[in-house]
């Protein structure tokens, strides 16, 4: 079950905020608490009405993201939300690789996974702001000026709001994601996953042109520059095989 973790959670977590005078709280929501948005893109005003059957996981964080609010509502603490989409980057241990960096890994060893459009958004620009002094450098990131959980704690305008943390390029799928590796990494081998070499309308629908989320308020309120989605592969890929994460296999020569 997904659901009570993450509406428990969130109670156990508040309730420590109330006992040791939190002034403000920052949620890792994600995208999936706000779903996609037919003909336009989403918004922080869209909530996803997916259901448990449907897609649990989708479920679950919309209500965890909801518990928040409803018991933050009245209390004497300020709250704001993250909502990030598919999380690229770089990978700072082994188990990290098996998360949202999994598509690399599995195109590194050559295992099947479902070719799906996914949209971006780089680690750093979700969670690391190096300049600050609290936060020091971790070696193999490189540094920014913003990010978003972090000024999401320091602004006072962030507070109440939620922050769609998105790039602003449209949805890639797999096959898209995996070719741009070989052409930045053309010694290594990365494979396919099984089905259709190109976007697949029959599944996907259409291929968009635009980004099917509004990042504005994110850029606006925190700041937020985003990385293009090719520094955000070429560093996922070089700190999974740089630190040995998974080992690379040389393309084969003909």
């Known amino acids: 079950d997904m659901v009570e973790p993450s509406t428990e959670g969130v109670a156990n977590i508040l309730s420590s905020v109330e006992k040791c005078g939190v ?4 949620q890792t929501s994600s995208m999936a608490a706000i779903g996609g948005a037919p003909g336009r893109p989403s ?11 449907e897609i649990p996981y989708n479920f679950a964080k919309t209500a965890g993201e909801k518990a928040v609010w409803e018991l933050s509502e009245g209390k004497p603490w300020t709250c704001a939300a993250i909502n990030p989409s598919m999380v690229f980057g770089p990978c700072l241990a082994k188990p990290h690789a098996k998360a949202s960096p999994y598509v690399f890994r599995q195109a ?10 996914y949209s971006c958004v780089d680690v750093r ?12 450098p971790r070696r193999g990131l490189t540094s920014r000026v913003q990010a978003a959980h972090v000024e999401a704690m320091v602004r006072p305008e962030a507070n109440g709001k939620r922050f769609i943390l ?10 898209d994601i995996i070719q741009q590796c070989r052409e930045l990494f053309p010694d290594i ?15 996907f629908g259409k291929k968009p042109s635009r980004s099917g989320t509004d990042n504005s308020q994110s850029r606006e309120v925190l700041g937020i520059e985003y990385r293009p989605l090719e520094e955000t592969i070429r560093d996922s890929v070089s700190s999974i095989v740089d630190n040995g994460f998974v080992p690379a296999r040389p393309v084969a020569k003909l």
């Open 166 to 175: 998105d790039d602003s390029e449209p949805s890639v799928h797999v096959v």
């Open 23 to 26: 002034k403000h709280f920052v």
């Open 43 to 53: 918004t922080e005003e869209d909530w996803s009405t997916t259901t448990i059957e």
């Open 189 to 203: 081998q990365f494979d396919d996953p099984p089905g259709p070499t190109s976007w697949d309308e029959k599944l």
């Open 108 to 117: 590194l060893f050559g295992n099947p996974q479902p070719n799906q459009p």
């Open 125 to 136: 620009d979700v969670a690391v702001r190096s300049s600050l002094p609290l936060i020091p």
